[in-house]
């Protein structure tokens, strides 16, 4: 059985230019471990184990009064593979916003934009790989129990991801309560 590890770590730092905008930086990393790969692929092109590295930017814009918080970023993305077809520079952009309401629940709406080069002809078809992602996320969340300190959530994201190899596109729905 083929499962996946992740681990990683982040820093930002936060600067608040006036009471409603601030901006945002941020460094990522992580490592993505695919245990148990089938024969061959370990070390082989294809092997999809790698360290990612991403630096964004967020500008944020706050209207205290109206409850409400927009986002606006961009980041650049690198993933360092053992095989070389996973080997690739991205770029992200960002847009978001949330509302809060007089009953102390919140809504969020979140818009991502990928683009994704890789580096290397791909083993499957000697050409260059290019993916366009798309995802769509909005959740809303509701005091539970009369308190805010605990909260019901309900999510839904749409993922569509739309790569030059045919069997790396996809679209997804995901769910979560």
Do not use: C
């Not at 009369?146 to 596109?169: F, H, M, P, R």
């Amino acid at each position: 059985m083929n499962f996946l590890q992740r681990f990683g770590s982040s820093t930002s730092i936060a600067v608040q230019d006036s009471d409603d905008t601030s901006i945002t930086g941020q460094f990522r990393s992580s490592r993505v471990d695919f245990v148990n790969q089938l024969p061959g692929v370990d070390g082989s092109a294809v092997d999809p184990d790698s360290s990612n590295y991403e630096a964004s930017f967020i500008r944020q814009w706050s209207r205290v009064d109206a409850g409400q918080v927009w986002q606006l970023g961009y980041g650049y993305n690198r993933n360092v593979a053992q095989g070389s077809d996973f080997d690739y520079r991205g770029h992200r952009a960002i847009v978001g916003g949330s509302q809060q309401f007089e009953d102390a629940s919140f809504a969020f709406l979140s818009l991502q934009y990928n683009s994704r080069n890789y580096d290397n002809p791909q083993t499957s078809t000697g050409s260059f790989r290019q993916d366009r992602e798309l995802l769509v996320s909005v959740s809303y969340l509701r005091p539970a129990f009369q308190t805010e300190k605990l909260y019901w959530v309900a999510e839904y994201a749409y993922d569509l991801n739309e790569s030059d190899i045919e069997s790396s596109s996809y679209d997804r729905d995901i769910f979560g309560l």
